[in-house]
């Protein structure tokens, strides 16, 4: 897989959080770094080792499956991005009222946007990939995203949220477009 194919998978996988990290900066009142700081650093954590967790189990049952990878791949990615754009439209009003500074708030928030991460490590495996570099990269590209995201909900409200998930979506499933039409 191609830097620039994992760069944008990073993108897809952390506008998720950037969504997430919006909706908590709208409800954080007296905003300090150390809150971006501690939001940016559970949802790039999740989104960095998840992949790792799912490559761990690729490798386990490729064996089974490499006749078809680039069709798992293409079905893992588009189910993801297919689900980001179904979320989108989703409203969830008991998230907004959870503080999202509380540790036990944002374990749930971090694993919940972390869960498509898994499945993109399962893929990165299927089709004999590495996963450091990846899994560096999506929790770099998390950890900025999600930082700036709680500064834009914060001073901005929730005008872009559902259009980012939407975009993350379409992202995967091109992605995942590219790796099938690839094998051909």
């Known amino acids: 897989m191609s830097l620039i194919s994992i760069f944008f998978i990073a993108v897809g996988l952390a506008l998720d959080a950037f969504a997430v990290s919006i909706a908590s900066g709208i409800t954080i009142k007296n905003m300090k770094i150390r809150h971006a700081f501690v939001i940016a650093g559970f949802f790039s954590f999740f989104q960095a080792i998840m992949p790792l967790a799912g490559w761990c189990t690729g490798l386990k049952i490729k064996g089974f499956i490499e006749k078809y990878d680039h069709w798992v ?23 907004k009222n959870k503080n999202p500074l509380q540790i036990s708030v944002l374990f749930i928030l971090a694993i919940a ?11 990165i495996s299927v089709l004999n ?45 091109g992605i995942g477009v590219k790796v099938l039409i690839g094998n051909y």
Request: with cysteine; charged share 10%; glycine share 12%.
């Open 73 to 95: 791949v293409f079905a893992i990615l588009s189910i993801i991005g297919i689900k980001m754009i179904y979320e989108a439209f989703q409203l969830e009003e008991t998230e």
């Open 113 to 123: 946007t972390s869960i498509d991460a898994l499945a993109v490590g399962f893929s």
């Open 129 to 173: 990939g590495t996963i450091v570099l990846p899994a560096i990269i999506i929790g770099s590209v998390t950890f900025l995203m999600s930082f700036m995201g709680v500064y834009i909900g914060n001073c901005c409200g929730n005008l872009f949220e559902k259009n980012i998930e939407i975009a993350g979506g379409l992202v995967l499933i």
